[in-house]
């Protein structure tokens, strides 16, 4: 019997094997092309992030080790942290290209880089919530989230992201349970190295998104809720501005300038968010590939922020 359960086990490891070597070399395939793709005009600093994940979703034990800050000091006003995604941290720019950089020079302002590229609104919720956030910035008057249209939505199922530039994971997947934030994190995500697990992983997440309309938007109003509470725990007069920016769209989307609808715009305004759309701040929108991207067709390039930061001074009064 244990010679029958021994041989069974050397099986199917040699079967998983065998998977995981294909599914890996697909993989090295497919990411070999996407940084030749990206390699001439990524310009980031190497961002050293690695988070210690926690069972309860308690920001008093969340712990975050020291980020590199994008730091642009200014006046004795309060300061300004622009949290989000690539488009706030600046992919594909030069330091001073992007839009931390562009409001300090703007506002004379001292403000903060904290974009992490691939991430979401739970990695926004993650970085509020750490212990060590207000030491980082004591000053903290604005808080404005890049929100990329849709994409953040989608971007809640991830189990974890992988800095671009580090082998360090993020683990941010939470979900809503008895109307509280509840962290996800599967005995399966510890192997989350492999390529195969990872592929599953995906194609979990895959079938998720097939429901987001009742997934995605209570997720995101759960983690924008706990967002404002623990900013206002943390900084009592601050304000959190949701500035809500397309991603490049499909020909039939292009006339949509929102992923949220008129009633969910005021839930947000309900709980304290600071609501804009970039596209109406601006009178047009950012769909002009050649004029309004960098070279890779995606991120938004140095004219985008040379139109917003004006415009959204003017209205938040900075």
Not at 165 to 183: F, H
Not at 256 to 266: A, D, H, L, V, W
């Amino acid at each position: 019997m244990k010679k029958i359960l021994l041989v069974n086990i050397i099986v199917i490891l040699a079967i998983f094997t065998v998977l995981e070597l294909i599914s890996k070399n697909i993989e090295e395939k497919e990411m070999a092309k996407m940084y030749k793709k990206h390699y001439d005009y990524f310009h980031e600093d190497k961002l050293k992030i690695k988070y210690k994940p926690v069972k309860k979703f308690n920001y008093d034990k969340i712990v975050m080790s020291k980020v590199k800050d994008k730091i642009y000091k200014g006046n004795k006003k309060g300061a300004i942290v622009t949290i989000g995604c690539s488009y706030t941290a600046g992919e594909g720019l030069q330091e001073n290209q992007t839009f931390a950089y562009k409001l300090n020079k703007y506002t004379g302002r001292t403000t903060y880089n904290r974009g992490v590229s691939a991430s979401g609104p739970q990695l926004v919720y993650r970085q509020l919530s750490d212990i060590d956030f207000k030491k980082q910035i004591p000053d903290a008057e604005y808080i404005i989230y890049t929100f990329l249209s849709g994409d953040h939505i989608d971007r809640q199922f991830l189990y974890s992201l992988m800095c671009e530039n580090t082998n360090d994971n993020i683990v941010t997947r939470y979900t809503v349970k008895n109307d509280k934030l509840k962290e996800v994190n599967p005995i399966w995500y510890k192997m989350y190295f492999f390529s195969l697990t990872r592929k599953i992983i995906n194609l979990k997440m895959k079938y998720e998104l097939e429901d987001e309309g009742a997934n995605g938007y209570p997720l995101f109003f759960k983690t924008m809720e706990e967002c404002v509470k623990v900013t206002k725990t943390k900084y009592p007069d601050s304000k959190f501005v949701l500035l809500e920016i397309s991603h490049v769209r499909d020909k039939e989307d292009v006339q949509n300038k929102t992923c949220f609808t008129k009633e969910q715009i005021k839930k947000l305004q309900n709980m304290g968010i600071i609501y804009i759309n970039s596209e109406e701040l601006v009178a047009h929108d950012f769909n002009d590939v050649k004029k309004y991207r960098v070279e890779d067709g995606d991120h938004p390039n140095e004219r985008v922020w040379n139109e917003i930061v004006p415009k959204l001074s003017k209205k938040l009064n900075l």
